[in-house]
């Protein structure tokens, strides 16, 4: 059972980068000193941006889970 949550450990985590990534700037942080403050409407639509909040805090609380499962899970 230890190995079926570590594989989804391991893709909730791969994911998370994934999301985290996709959002968009700010604004005042480091993707300005790369050039990401180049503002542009072709970014995408709020709906699309709610969504990928939404699918990045669904992630994030299975990863909390089964993070905090595999830490409980003391027998040998």
């Known amino acids: ?3 079926v ?3 989804v ?3 909730t985590s791969l994911l998370m980068i994934v999301l985290v990534l996709l959002h968009k700037g700010k604004g005042g942080g480091l993707s300005d000193l790369f050039g990401g403050g180049v ?3 072709l970014g ?3 709906v699309v941006e709610r969504n990928l909040d939404r699918l990045t805090i669904i992630v994030a609380l299975i990863f909390v889970f089964t ?3 595999l ?3 003391v027998a040998p």
């Open 1 to 3: 059972m230890t190995i």
């Open 71 to 73: 830490a409980l899970d």
């Open 9 to 11: 450990l391991i893709a």
């Open 5 to 7: 949550f570590d594989i």
């Open 67 to 69: 993070t905090v499962i």
């Open 39 to 41: 503002s542009s409407s």
């Open 44 to 46: 995408g639509s709020s």
